[in-house]
Structures are given as structure tokens and as C-alpha cells.
């Protein structure tokens, strides 16, 4: 049984938008924070965003005022909305679940396969 399942990426131009998916199980949308991580060629992988079961979001100083986190319990899914994407944002997107809304790989432990997002230059 997969539990997240991310959707959504593909190549897009530079300063283009696009909108990624996570549907989870129901009982990892319900029990875990949610949070979206990413990680390109050569390099470590690193925190997005990440939100709380109240609904307060934190974001990675990249994605504050360009990503925006929500999501939707009727579907079970976590989305990530992307603006003004550039090539430094290329990577692949992978969604996490954990017990605490913070953006670090140790607070989360379950990841999806995650989805390749691609900004043309």
C-alpha cells in the first residue's frame, strides 16, 4: 500500500506556475503534518513547506511569497501552489508525513516517490 502519492510536475518556462498534489491515505492525512520537501541533482534535500493541523504553514526562505501549502480534506490531498518559478527551483518534489510541523527530514517519516518539476530557462 502506498500512502502518498504526489502528482502534478512537469517542465514548465522560467517564471511559469504549477500545481502539485499529495494524496494521502486517510489515516496519514488525519494522523500526520504533512509537508512538502524537495531535492535536486548533487544536492541535499531540503524543507519546502510544511503545515500544521491548525492550518498555520512555515516555508523555506525560497518559497515564502512564491509557494503557497494547503490542503483539502475532502480529497485527502495536500497541494503546492507554485508562482514565479525559475530554474534554481528545478528538483524533484516529494511530499512527507510526520509528527511535527517543522521543516526538517528528522521530524518526518514517511516520504512519497515525489514528482520531477523542470523550469526552462
Known amino acids: 500500500q502506498v500512502d502518498l502519492v504526489e502528482s502534478g510536475g512537469g517542465s514548465v518556462p522560467d517564471g511559469g506556475s504549477l500545481r502539485l498534489a499529495c494524496t494521502a491515505s486517510?489515516?496519514?492525512?488525519?494522523?500526520?503534518?504533512l509537508a512538502w520537501f524537495r531535492q535536486a541533482p548533487g544536492k541535499d534535500r531540503e524543507g519546502v513547506a510544511v503545515l500544521d493541523n491548525d492550518g498555520t504553514a512555515t516555508y523555506s526562505d525560497s518559497a515564502k511569497g512564491r509557494f503557497t501549502i494547503s490542503k483539502d480534506g475532502d480529497k485527502n490531498t495536500l497541494y503546492l501552489d507554485m508562482t514565479d518559478l525559475t530554474p534554481g527551483d528545478s528538483a524533484v518534489y516529494i511530499c512527507a508525513a510526520g509528527p511535527m510541523a517543522v521543516l526538517s527530514q528528522a521530524a518526518f517519516w514517511y516520504w512519497g516517490q515525489g514528482t520531477q518539476v523542470t523550469v526552462d530557462s
Open positions: 486517510k489515516y496519514f492525512y488525519t494522523t500526520f503534518r
